[in-house]
């Protein structure tokens, strides 16, 4: 057998022609174009002289720039060296689908820059460069700290009242048609109504400020997630319970074992679209009457007209909700991995 075919086999055993197989050792195109990119915007924020605006220049500046080289740096070995070093070549694996991205965000952190720090096209103090960004999180970390964890436990609580009560709601009128008579119409006329017209009145009668935020956040989430789990139940196919049924099932068998295992895909639908109506709300409900969160945060920000510190809370919340919304895919996956295969998702 010549070394062509054996090569040709063993691609054909890994699935993968022998035509489109890269050399291990070779470099990477995009990582190199990233660490470039990342390279021009590091000695453009540290070597172009900031315009003054007023009486301060930006601080951290400096830093940034030399940062932001170091990490280009840092790209560019892994672009170049991957193939070779074993710990380089697991960071480029991971960082090969991300890119094009790579790519991007140096082209768009440069023209913020240009715009804010180097040309003052953008007035400030309604826009700032990013090394003011860093000022916030180096000077205010304890305060911004100290909303984050309070805006995770209010929405924390929130949601979990919220999901639990609509899950037993959508889990009762699905099942039962005389539950259903009466929870289902008032369900149709209060669920649209959005939470945040009822802020007058939580404030009234709730006896603080935060039992009423809980309060809003689980009326949120609870509308979404009860429809959604009547839906999954009462989308089940009858034939499910005619043969638990043959095989002996009691009334709570076809209800734990039955209905609600074939109905969690849309449980979970719901629950993504209640924690979207849930993020509204908590900041809603943050800037009227909380104390401390980070839509406490943005208020105390504006007030002070401090645009910085809004812009760095803006992109702690997008972090923050990003990761739950990533969290529960990770849960989704681990609850329905029994069901791939026969469910789309």
């Known amino acids: 057998m010549t070394a062509s075919q054996q090569t040709l086999d063993t691609s054909l055993l890994q699935g993968t022609p022998a035509a489109v197989r890269r050399a291990p050792g070779g470099a990477w195109p995009t990582g190199v174009a990233a660490a470039l990119a990342w390279a021009a915007f590091g000695a453009l924020t540290w070597r172009w002289p900031n315009k003054v605006v007023g009486f301060t220049d930006w601080a951290y500046t400096e830093e940034l720039g030399i940062a932001v080289l170091v990490a280009a740096g840092a790209l560019l070995a892994v672009a170049l060296l991957g193939g070779h070093v074993p710990p380089l070549q697991h960071a480029r694996q991971a960082l090969r689908r991300a890119g094009p991205w790579l790519i991007a965000l140096p082209v768009i952190l440069a023209a ?52 639990v009560v609509g899950f037993l709601i959508g889990v009762s009128i699905g099942w039962s048609r005389r539950i259903g008579y009466w929870v289902h119409p008032v369900l149709r006329v209060l669920g649209p109504l959005p939470s945040t017209a009822l802020l007058p009145l939580t404030f009234y009668f709730f006896p603080s400020s935060y039992s009423a935020a809980v309060f809003l956040i689980a009326l949120a989430t609870a509308f979404p997630v009860a429809v959604l789990t009547w839906s999954g139940v009462a989308g089940v196919s009858k034939s499910y319970y005619d043969v638990a049924r043959t095989m002996g099932a009691s009334e709570w068998f076809l209800v734990l074992r039955v209905a609600i295992p074939a109905a969690l895909p849309q449980v979970f639908v719901g629950l993504f679209m209640g924690l979207g109506a849930s993020f509204s709300v908590l900041v809603t409900a943050e800037m009227m009457g909380v104390k401390s969160g980070l839509g406490w945060y943005l208020t105390w920000a504006q007030g002070w007209a401090s645009y910085v510190n809004m812009y760095a809370a803006l992109i702690v919340m997008a972090l923050l909700f990003s990761g739950v919304i990533t969290l529960l895919f990770a849960v989704r996956d681990r609850a329905l991995s029994w069901q791939k295969g026969t469910v789309k998702w």
Do not use: H
């Open 112 to 163: 913020w820059e240009i715009l804010t720090a180097k040309t003052a096209t953008l007035p400030t103090p309604f826009f700032a460069p990013p090394q003011a960004l860093i000022e916030v999180y180096v000077d205010d970390w304890r305060r911004l700290g100290d909303s984050v964890l309070n805006t995770v436990k209010l929405l924390g609580l929130g949601v979990a009242y919220g999901g």
